[in-house]
Protein backbone atom coordinates (compact mmCIF):
# COMPACT_ATOMS: atom_id res chain seq x y z
CA UNK A 1 0.00 0.00 0.00
CA UNK A 2 2.18 2.58 -1.18
CA UNK A 3 1.17 6.32 -0.17
CA UNK A 4 2.33 9.43 -1.91
CA UNK A 5 3.17 12.38 0.71
CA UNK A 6 2.27 15.04 -1.44
CA UNK A 7 -0.84 13.47 -2.77
CA UNK A 8 -2.44 13.64 0.78
CA UNK A 9 -4.57 16.62 1.81
CA UNK A 10 -5.08 18.50 5.03
CA UNK A 11 -8.34 16.87 6.14
CA UNK A 12 -6.57 13.07 5.14
CA UNK A 13 -6.85 10.32 2.46
CA UNK A 14 -8.69 7.12 2.11
CA UNK A 15 -6.75 4.29 0.58
CA UNK A 16 -7.94 0.81 0.10
CA UNK A 17 -6.17 -2.55 -0.77
CA UNK A 18 -5.88 -6.48 -1.14
CA UNK A 19 -3.22 -8.01 0.47
CA UNK A 20 -2.21 -11.37 -0.75
CA UNK A 21 -3.33 -13.61 1.88
CA UNK A 22 0.14 -15.85 1.03
CA UNK A 23 2.51 -12.70 2.26
CA UNK A 24 0.49 -13.00 5.52
CA UNK A 25 0.19 -17.07 5.99
CA UNK A 26 2.54 -18.97 9.04
CA UNK A 27 2.57 -22.54 9.38
CA UNK A 28 -0.32 -22.48 11.89
CA UNK A 29 -2.54 -19.76 10.40
CA UNK A 30 -3.61 -19.02 6.57
CA UNK A 31 -6.36 -16.91 4.98
CA UNK A 32 -9.27 -18.41 2.35
CA UNK A 33 -9.00 -15.18 0.16
CA UNK A 34 -7.71 -11.90 -0.25
CA UNK A 35 -7.05 -9.51 2.97
CA UNK A 36 -9.31 -6.18 2.39
CA UNK A 37 -7.36 -3.51 3.81
CA UNK A 38 -8.62 0.31 4.41
CA UNK A 39 -6.76 3.20 5.86
CA UNK A 40 -7.44 6.47 6.63
CA UNK A 41 -3.73 8.68 6.74
CA UNK A 42 -2.71 11.50 7.60
CA UNK A 43 0.19 13.63 7.47
CA UNK A 44 1.44 15.74 10.66
CA UNK A 45 4.92 17.42 10.25
CA UNK A 46 7.40 15.09 9.60
CA UNK A 47 5.27 12.03 10.94
CA UNK A 48 2.62 10.33 9.16
CA UNK A 49 -0.57 8.53 10.53
CA UNK A 50 -3.30 5.62 9.39
CA UNK A 51 -5.84 4.08 11.08
CA UNK A 52 -6.06 0.75 9.46
CA UNK A 53 -8.79 -1.33 9.49
CA UNK A 54 -8.26 -4.97 8.26
CA UNK A 55 -10.87 -7.87 7.59
CA UNK A 56 -10.99 -10.98 6.22
CA UNK A 57 -11.21 -14.87 6.91
CA UNK A 58 -8.69 -16.99 8.81
CA UNK A 59 -7.84 -20.31 8.20
CA UNK A 60 -6.41 -22.10 11.37
CA UNK A 61 -5.50 -25.61 12.38
CA UNK A 62 -5.86 -26.51 16.30
CA UNK A 63 -3.08 -27.04 18.28
CA UNK A 64 -4.76 -29.28 20.27
CA UNK A 65 -7.19 -31.52 17.89
CA UNK A 66 -5.59 -30.85 14.68
CA UNK A 67 -9.00 -29.91 13.14
CA UNK A 68 -8.94 -26.83 10.63
CA UNK A 69 -11.14 -23.87 11.78
CA UNK A 70 -12.30 -20.81 9.94
CA UNK A 71 -12.81 -17.57 11.79
CA UNK A 72 -13.86 -14.35 10.73
CA UNK A 73 -10.96 -11.71 11.41
CA UNK A 74 -11.92 -8.06 11.65
CA UNK A 75 -8.61 -5.13 13.73
CA UNK A 76 -8.44 -2.31 13.17
CA UNK A 77 -4.70 -0.57 14.32
CA UNK A 78 -2.75 2.46 14.13
CA UNK A 79 0.61 2.77 12.09
CA UNK A 80 2.92 5.32 12.63
CA UNK A 81 5.96 5.92 10.15
CA UNK A 82 8.48 9.18 9.98
CA UNK A 83 8.93 10.64 6.59
CA UNK A 84 11.71 13.00 6.64
CA UNK A 85 12.21 13.71 3.34
CA UNK A 86 10.49 10.88 1.42
CA UNK A 87 8.18 11.39 -1.64
CA UNK A 88 6.29 8.00 -1.01
CA UNK A 89 5.67 5.42 2.00
CA UNK A 90 5.09 1.79 1.40
CA UNK A 91 3.07 0.72 4.42
CA UNK A 92 2.28 -2.78 3.53
CA UNK A 93 5.26 -4.45 5.44
CA UNK A 94 4.27 -3.12 8.95
CA UNK A 95 0.35 -3.12 8.40
CA UNK A 96 1.76 -7.00 8.08
CA UNK A 97 3.87 -6.72 10.90
CA UNK A 98 0.68 -5.35 13.13
CA UNK A 99 -1.66 -8.54 11.60
CA UNK A 100 1.10 -11.55 12.42
CA UNK A 101 1.04 -9.90 16.02
CA UNK A 102 -2.23 -10.63 16.21
CA UNK A 103 -2.38 -14.28 15.05
CA UNK A 104 -3.20 -16.28 18.16
CA UNK A 105 -0.31 -17.98 19.79
CA UNK A 106 -1.79 -21.53 20.01
CA UNK A 107 -4.71 -21.20 17.93
CA UNK A 108 -7.56 -23.97 19.07
CA UNK A 109 -10.87 -24.84 17.38
CA UNK A 110 -12.36 -23.36 20.66
CA UNK A 111 -11.74 -22.41 23.99
CA UNK A 112 -12.70 -26.14 25.44
CA UNK A 113 -10.96 -28.52 22.85
CA UNK A 114 -10.28 -31.67 24.52
CA UNK A 115 -7.42 -32.39 21.73
CA UNK A 116 -6.68 -35.76 20.68
CA UNK A 117 -6.53 -39.69 22.76
CA UNK A 118 -3.30 -40.07 23.28
CA UNK A 119 -3.44 -43.45 22.54
CA UNK A 120 -4.99 -43.65 19.33
CA UNK A 121 -4.94 -40.02 18.31
CA UNK A 122 -9.38 -40.09 18.29
CA UNK A 123 -10.18 -36.55 18.25
CA UNK A 124 -12.04 -36.83 21.72
CA UNK A 125 -14.26 -33.63 20.80
CA UNK A 126 -16.45 -35.72 18.64
CA UNK A 127 -16.95 -38.17 21.43
CA UNK A 128 -15.09 -41.18 23.47
CA UNK A 129 -12.67 -43.20 21.63
CA UNK A 130 -12.37 -47.35 22.15
CA UNK A 131 -9.52 -46.47 25.08
CA UNK A 132 -12.22 -45.01 26.95
CA UNK A 133 -10.72 -41.71 26.55
CA UNK A 134 -13.22 -38.47 27.01
Known amino acids: MRVVIAEIPEEGLQVTERLDPAALATS ?8 EVSAFVQRHDDDLTAMVEAAGTLEMVC ?30 DDIRQ ?27 NEGVCSHGTA
Open 28 to 35: DVSWVAPL
Open 98 to 124: EILLGYPMIPLCRDDCRGLCPTCGHNV
Open 63 to 92: ARCLATVRRPYHETFHVAIEIQSRASVELT
